[in-house]
Antibody
Framework: QLQLQESGPGLVKPSETLSLTCTVS??????????WGWIRQSPGKGLEWIGS???????YYNPSLKSRVTISVDTSKNQFYLRLSSVTAADTAVYYC???????????WGQGTLVTVSS | DIQMTQSPSTLSASVGDRVTITCRAS??????LAWYQQKPGKAPRLLIS???SLESGVPSRFSGGGSGTEFTLTISSLQPDDFATYYC?????????FGQGTKVEIK
């Protein structure tokens, strides 16, 4: 049974970098046809797609966040990662990791982790 | 980005009611639309993809329709477990974008 679990600091200071890890169990992150993504949800912006990565390292970023986002993968650890730089209060949100196919339909979500940006 | 607009934002209904939520896209997305259900403190759950294709395990009282720019999610007979927030999402053009949500409340 596929499970995704987010982990990382729940509090980040303004202007610093938010870093999250998604640990995948029940499936290989190298499995063909699956993409691994990050989605966030905030009261102000609702659900927002951040970006996705394929196990090969190919990435797709939301243009609105592209200048600040890096998504990477470590197949040996069956994990993928999110880094969001220069955060502000507007980046406060619940961050979800997810698995989807070639189309951005998400059948599998992590439980989500709240990240608050505050000094 | 393609903008997705849901209506209503809040819907008050009783158990047994038939309810319909509308989702409009700012441009044609053909049938590349998904519906999700979200309960407080939980991740969204995929209900429907490709506008009308019910996911495995989703009760048949849920149905989706539409194409192009206008879509609907209908619950034929509202059950206590259905009180939640529902989101539409287009996946025709990257990045997939979501509607603002429709909260279905107990009347």
């Amino acid at each position: 049974q596929l499970q995704l679990q987010e982990s990382g600091p729940g509090l980040v200071k303004p202007s610093e970098t938010l870093s999250l890890t998604c640990t995948v169990s029940g499936d290989s992150i190298s499995s063909s046809g699956h993409y691994w993504g990050w989605i966030r949800q905030s009261p102000g912006k609702g659900l927002e797609w951040i970006g996705s990565i394929y196990y090969s390292g190919s990435t797709y970023y939301n243009p609105s966040l592209k200048s600040r986002v890096t998504i990477s993968v470590d197949t040996s650890k069956n994990q993928f990662y999110l880094r969001l730089s220069s955060v502000t209060a507007a980046d406060t949100a619940v961050y979800y990791c997810a698995r989807h196919g070639e189309q951005q339909v998400v059948k599998h979500w992590g439980q989500g982790t709240l990240v608050t940006v505050s000094s | 980005d393609i903008q997705m607009t849901q209506s209503p934002s809040t819907l008050s209904a009783s158990v047994g009611d038939r309810v319909t939520i509308t989702c409009r896209a700012s441009q044609s997305i053909r049938s590349w639309l998904a519906w999700y259900q979200q309960k407080p403190g939980k991740a969204p759950r995929l209900l429907i993809s490709e506008a009308s294709s019910l996911e495995s395990g989703v009760p048949s009282r849920f149905s989706g329709g539409g194409s192009g720019t206008e879509f609907t999610l209908t619950i034929s007979s509202l059950q206590p477990d259905d009180f939640a927030t529902y989101y539409c999402q287009q996946y025709h053009i990257y990045p997939g974008t979501f509607g603002q949500g429709t909260k279905v409340e107990i009347k």
